[in-house]
């Protein structure tokens, strides 16, 4: 059967820097071509931290030296993450398709994605961002520029953003269009650039939208059949990394709750897989969500293995 299917990658598919990037996307372009070779949909997002991360440390660092840059806000860094990762992705997939005859145009669509401006997140900033600051540094951060800063672990002062929960995607109607023209689309990178609307206006605010979530409301918008989370591990395990851990096949929305309510998924890791994937499986019947790695991807969809979380 054809699926539509929203894929999104995970750190691993993307690497720590931008060389090792360019080399890794060349591996992560197979499992996504086997799956268009099917004769799926393919949909994709991916993920950001290191590089927005490195992206908004280079930034910092180089305009608060007299050579200095401009100052780069928040959502520039995350436009500038989308770009490059974007660029790398629809270069792999593009010379991928070419290798194996297949002329399928590739192309990633700068992604606003819209949250509500009274999310409680907003009151409440956890993802830790960018560089880290003596005590000295971090107060004067929170003086200039309002900036929220915790203290990370004995390691240092660190910058907090909010990580609000996406509402809407700003360009749905133009990643559909190059669906309906079997166009492969590359959107929501990084979880988008998360804006808030105000009239006509969308103004970008300094946070970090979970791409898993995102992935799963893009996954909702465009209608897929499946929403399929490719990270580091194979499967969705219970007691994971405990002497009695049990890697799980499948996964009912109720164990799901159960699960959860055990602790069994980390916060910030799998846990957001998880709720992304009950969140799709739950939107409409007859979609289904799977977890799995970026290299078991095709035995995944033939149900070989990975985690199948549906209704
Ligand atoms: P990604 O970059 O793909 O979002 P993350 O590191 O955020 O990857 O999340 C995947 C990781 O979650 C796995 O590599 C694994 O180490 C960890 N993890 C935490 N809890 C579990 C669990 N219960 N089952 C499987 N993996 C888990
Ligand atoms: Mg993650």
């Not at 559909?176 to 979880?191: D, F, Q, R, T, Y």
């Not at 977890?291 to 969809?301: Q, R, W, Y």
Request: charged letters at 25%; aromatic letters at 4%; proline letters at 6%.
């Amino acid at each position: 059967m054809k699926d539509k299917i929203v894929v999104a990658l995970g750190g691993n598919a993307l690497g720590k820097s931008p060389l090792e990037q360019l080399e890794l996307v060349k591996l992560t372009a197979k499992p996504i071509v086997d799956l268009i070779a099917e004769g799926h949909e393919v949909i994709l997002a991916h993920g950001n931290g290191p590089q927005v991360g490195m992206i908004n440390l280079a930034m910092s660092t180089s305009s608060n030296s007299d050579a200095g840059t401009p100052e780069m806000p928040f959502p520039e860094c995350g436009a500038m993450s989308q770009g490059y990762i974007g660029y790398h992705l629809q270069n792999a997939i593009r010379e991928e398709l070419l290798d194996r005859d297949m002329h399928i145009p590739v192309a990633t669509v700068i992604t606003q994605v819209i949250v509500d401006k009274n999310d409680p997140a907003f009151q409440n900033p956890t993802k830790p961002i960018g560089a880290f600051y003596s005590k000295e540094e971090s107060d004067e951060l929170i003086r200039n520029k309002g900036f929220h800063m915790i203290e990370d672990s004995g390691r240092g002062y660190r910058r907090v953003v909010p990580s609000p929960i996406p509402m809407d995607v700003a360009e749905k109607e133009t990643v559909m269009a190059l669906i309906e023209k079997n166009h492969v689309v590359i959107s929501v990178g990084g979880g988008g650039i998360p804006v808030i609307q105000e009239g006509n206006k969308l103004v970008g605010v300094p946070a970090v939208i979970d791409k898993d979530f995102a992935s799963s409301k893009l996954a909702e918008i465009v209608d897929a059949d499946y929403l399929i989370i490719l990270t580091a591990v194979e499967q969705v395990a219970i007691n994971f990394g405990k002497p009695n851990e049990k890697w799980l096949s499948e996964l009912s929305i109720e164990d799901c709750h159960q699960y959860i309510g055990e602790n069994h998924f980390a916060p910030g890791s799998m846990l957001p897989k998880v709720k992304a994937a009950m969140k799709f499986a739950q939107s409409k019947p007859g979609r289904r969500a799977l977890i799995t790695s970026l290299e078991k991807a095709a035995d995944g969809i033939a149900g070989k293995t990975g985690t199948l979380i549906k209704m």
